[in-house]
């Protein structure tokens, strides 16, 4: 099987919100989102739930728990076998669609111009 090639959204002011928002979190989640990013990139189209979900407009999650709290990664296909990883969020009941709203908007974005927004270092 081929392997999906993970991207990572970037904004234009050089700005990474999904990393500035693993930052923020617990060693321990942060290295659950990171073994599932991995996943990802194994599976690709093939992942399913648990391990991630479709939601609306193209935009998928994946889905992270510890404890009580609902971790969600949201990203998208912008290609066969290239996934873009537009940010995460910690969740209650649902994804707000403000945040699929901003997924979809930054993969318009990553899709006019994936140089400009495509962060290059690692996770």
């Known amino acids: 099987m081929t392997k999906t090639e993970i991207r990572i959204f970037q904004e234009a002011e050089n700005?990474?919100?999904?990393?500035?928002?693993?930052d923020g979190l617990p060693t321990k989640v942060h290295d659950k989102c990171t073994v599932?990013?991995?996943?990802?990139?194994e599976k690709g189209h093939d992942l399913r739930r648990p391990?991630?979900?479709i939601l609306e407009q193209g935009i998928h999650e994946l889905r992270i728990r510890r404890g009580?709290?609902?971790y969600r990664i949201l990203y998208a296909y912008a290609g066969q076998r290239v996934v873009l990883l537009s940010h995460g969020l910690t969740k209650e009941k649902k994804v707000p669609k403000t945040e699929i709203q901003q997924a979809v908007r930054n993969l318009k974005r990553?899709?006019?111009?994936?140089?400009a927004h495509t962060y290059t270092g690692g996770l």
Not at 36 to 41: F, H, K, M, T, Y
Not at 110 to 115: H, S, T
């Open 15 to 22: 700005q990474v919100p999904l990393l500035n928002w693993l």
């Open 36 to 41: 599932r990013i991995e996943l990802l990139a």
């Open 51 to 53: 391990h991630c979900d």
């Open 68 to 70: 009580n709290v609902n």
């Open 110 to 115: 990553f899709k006019e111009n994936p140089k």
